[in-house]
C-alpha cells in the first residue's frame, strides 16, 4: 500500500 | 530499480564526495552552511529510523549507512576539527532553523499517510528535506568567490532531486498503485528552489567564469 512504496527510496 | 532512481542516488553519493574533498583539500569549509549539513544530518536520522526493523536490499541498507556516516563525518570536520571549524562562516551562515523546523514538524502532523510515530517522523523528514537548502543558498548569495568545489556540490544536491522527479514519472507509469503525493510535491518544491541557483550555475559554465550569485 501506500506508506510501503517510497520507503525503498533514499 | 530504474535508471533514473540510480542515477538519482549516484549523483546524491558524489555530492558527499565532492563536499568532502572541498573540506579536507582546502581545509576549509569556507562558504558551507553548517546549518543546512545539521539540517540534513536530521533528515537521514529520522528517515532511516527503520534502518535496522526493515530490510530492503543491500543497497538500500549499505546507502542509508553512508548518506548518515558521512553527515555525521561532515559535521565533526565542521565543529570538531581544530584547523577546519575555525573557517566556518558563522556570522553569515544565520538562518534560523526553526522558521524550517517548526513548520515542517506542523505540517506532518497534520499531512501523512498514517498516523503512527514511524510514518509522522518520515514525513517530516521528507517536508525538512525540501527546504533543508535554504540556509545554504543564503549563504552562497552572501559569500564572495564561491570556490568550484562548493558550486558543484550545490549544483549535484539540487540535480539528485531533479532526477529523483525522472524516477517518479516512469514509475508511475511502470508500477500499478504508485502513487506518492506527498514526495512528489515535496521533491519538486525541493527542485524548484535550486531553479536559480541552476540559472546562474550554468551561465557561469558556459561563460566560463566563476560563478557568482547576484545578492
Known amino acids: ?10 | 530499480m530504474n535508471i533514473f532512481r540510480l542515477a538519482g542516488d549516484m549523483v546524491h553519493l558524489l555530492s558527499f564526495v565532492v563536499l568532502v574533498l572541498k573540506i579536507n583539500a582546502t581545509k576549509s569549509c569556507r562558504g558551507i552552511s553548517l546549518k543546512t549539513q545539521e539540517l540534513y544530518t536530521l533528515v537521514f536520522v529520522c528517515r532511516y529510523l527503520d534502518l535496522f526493523s526493515n530490510f530492503i536490499s543491500m543497497y538500500n541498507t549499505t546507502m542509508k549507512i553512508v548518506f548518515l556516516g558521512t553527515s555525521f563525518a561532515i559535521l565533526y570536520l565542521m565543529r570538531g576539527h581544530k584547523v577546519i571549524k575555525v573557517t566556518y562562516d558563522r556570522e553569515q551562515d544565520t538562518f534560523r532553523y526553526l522558521f524550517l523546523v517548526l513548520p515542517c514538524a506542523l505540517l506532518a502532523l497534520l499531512i501523512h499517510n498514517a498516523w503512527t510515530p514511524f510514518e509522522v517522523v518520515w514525513t517530516f523528514s521528507i517536508y525538512l528535506e525540501a527546504v533543508a537548502i535554504l540556509p545554504q543558498l543564503v549563504l552562497l548569495q552572501r559569500t564572495q568567490n564561491i570556490d568550484n568545489l562548493t558550486g558543484n556540490y550545490v549544483f549535484l544536491l539540487g540535480l539528485y532531486r531533479g532526477l529523483y522527479i525522472l524516477n517518479w514519472i516512469y514509475r508511475y507509469f511502470t508500477e500499478p498503485h504508485y502513487i506518492q503525493w506527498i514526495v512528489w510535491i515535496s521533491g519538486i518544491v525541493q527542485t524548484i528552489l535550486y531553479l536559480d541557483f541552476f540559472y546562474y550555475y550554468i551561465k557561469s559554465w558556459k561563460n566560463n567564469v566563476k560563478l557568482a550569485l547576484p545578492s
Not at chain 1, 2 to 10: A, I, M, N, S, T
Request: net charge negative; proline share 0%; glycine share 10%.
Open chain 1, 1 to 10: 500500500d501506500e506508506e510501503d512504496y517510497g520507503k525503498d527510496e533514499l
